[in-house]
């Protein structure tokens, strides 16, 4: 079983910054990176990281948002900086089983943004 725990999320003015944690626990899987769900929209991919390090981004988060990877803590990142009002949004962690390829998600992490 994979257990994917975030942490970060928070209230923080429009301009300011956080960064999100993602702890993975379990066996067989990989982390593919984060998605965020704001109220009455669907859940949307944010930031993708790839077993060699390679990473994409949303248009919207681009230049902005950065995903990163500490192998040796199975935890994944998101520094989120100057933050937007419509960053507002649940985020969660996403992972998925080597072999199963089911996926696995966190309990999500609340940011909201205030103007």
């Known amino acids: 079983q994979v257990q994917l725990v975030e942490s970060g999320g928070g209230l923080v003015q429009a301009g300011g910054s956080l960064r999100l944690s993602c702890v993975a626990s379990?066996?067989?899987?990989?982390?593919n990176g984060w998605y965020r769900q704001a109220p009455g929209k669907q859940r949307e991919l944010v930031a993708r990281i790839f077993n060699g390090g390679s990473t994409n981004y949303a248009d919207s988060v681009k230049g902005r948002f950065t995903i990163s990877r500490d192998n040796a803590k199975n935890t994944v990142y998101l520094q989120m900086n100057s933050l937007k009002p419509e960053d507002t949004a649940v985020y969660y962690c996403?992972?998925?089983?080597?072999?199963?390829?089911?996926?696995?998600w966190g309990q999500g992490t609340q940011v909201t943004v205030s103007s």
């Open positions: 379990g066996s067989s899987f990989s982390i």
């Open positions: 996403n992972a998925r089983g080597t072999y199963t390829r089911e996926d696995y």
